[in-house]
């Protein structure tokens, strides 16, 4: 028989530490959560962009002459994402399997539903990364194209010339002035492929990465960037960012009056919430793990993308 004396606030919050823990595509960008949020499916909210500051030099003769330094105004961008979607796993528990098989309800309900639930959420991702565009092959300073497009940088098949190319896409970063740290390059299964197979590419995102092997999505780091593959991405596709390129926003609902068992909880950017009720009709309790969540890219410039061609 199932434990349920565990306090569903103590159940929700191991719970959406699992769903960060089982992320891949969704931890390399900045993220946005609230717990407890009632404005419900739809709405629009604002995800703030870092604060930019400016700088400026005062000459020793400026100095000696006592000129009053100048004072700009520090403001904060927001970049309005709609919570368009509610994603959720809901489960029956039958009395006779919750009586004689179910053990623990954190691990075999609670847990799976929040796996199912985080599952979904790098296809999105990968869709909006589908949008970055790609430098030009003969002129590397134009202005970026679609990565289908003939001008388009592009990775050999038998990836001869990556190193070249992501070399590329490390330049359109710098000259676009993105911040070295929170680099990323996502790529595709046939990309992540091409890496896999070239042991002299291995051996630079080993060396790059402390020697670290090769752990579940991660393939290393290269020319600055983490390297990491999803499924979810087009197969020839390589994207490479810094975290502020996309956002995710996460919201978790209150718990209706009507749950016996119920909290919503937020932590590192992922939120959820987890209700159970129990259906007097058929005699089972039901188990519902679910969040609002909206997509958007948050600055373009800070992306640029590449494909196998």
């Not at 000459?59 to 700009?72: C, F, G, L, V, W």
């Not at 999105?124 to 949008?131: F, R, S």
């Amino acid at each position: 028989m199932a434990n349920f004396q565990t306090p569903a606030v103590k159940v929700a919050q191991s719970t959406v530490a699992a769903l960060r823990y089982l992320s891949v595509l969704p931890r390399t960008i900045n993220r946005d959560a609230e717990s407890a949020y009632e404005a419900g499916y739809g709405t629009t909210v604002n995800v703030p962009l870092p604060v930019k500051a400016t700088a400026a030099e005062l000459s020793k003769a400026q100095r000696d002459s006592r000129t009053a330094i100048t004072y700009n105004d520090l403001s904060r961008k927001y970049v309005p994402v709609n919570l368009d979607t509610q994603v959720y796993s809901a489960g029956r528990l039958p009395s006779d399997w919750q009586t004689w098989t179910l053990q623990d309800f954190e691990t075999e309900v609670a847990k799976p539903e929040a796996e199912a639930v985080v599952d979904t959420l790098p296809k999105k991702i990968a869709a909006l990364m589908d949008t970055i565009q790609a430098p030009q092959d003969a002129n590397p300073s134009a202005g970026l194209v679609a990565t289908s497009d003939a001008k388009a940088t592009k990775i050999k098949a038998d990836g001869s010339n990556l190193f070249a190319v992501l070399s590329r896409l490390r330049r359109v970063l710098n000259k676009n002035e993105v911040p070295f740290g929170d680099r990323y390059l996502a790529v595709g299964p046939a990309v992540g492929e091409i890496i896999q197979s070239n042991r002299d590419i291995l051996n630079a995102a080993f060396s790059a990465d402390s020697g670290d092997a090769l752990h579940e999505a991660t393939l290393g780091k290269l020319f600055g960037m983490t390297v990491v593959e999803d499924p979810r991405l087009p197969e020839a596709k390589a994207v490479a960012y810094h975290r502020d390129a996309f956002t995710m926003a996460m919201r978790a609902a209150d718990v209706p009056l009507g749950a016996s068992f119920g909290a919503a909880r937020a932590d590192d950017g992922f939120a959820l919430r987890l209700i159970c009720d129990y259906d007097p009709d058929h005699t089972e309790d039901r188990a519902v793990v679910d969040a609002y969540v909206g997509f958007a890219v948050m600055d373009a410039a800070r992306a640029v993308a590449v494909q196998i061609g």
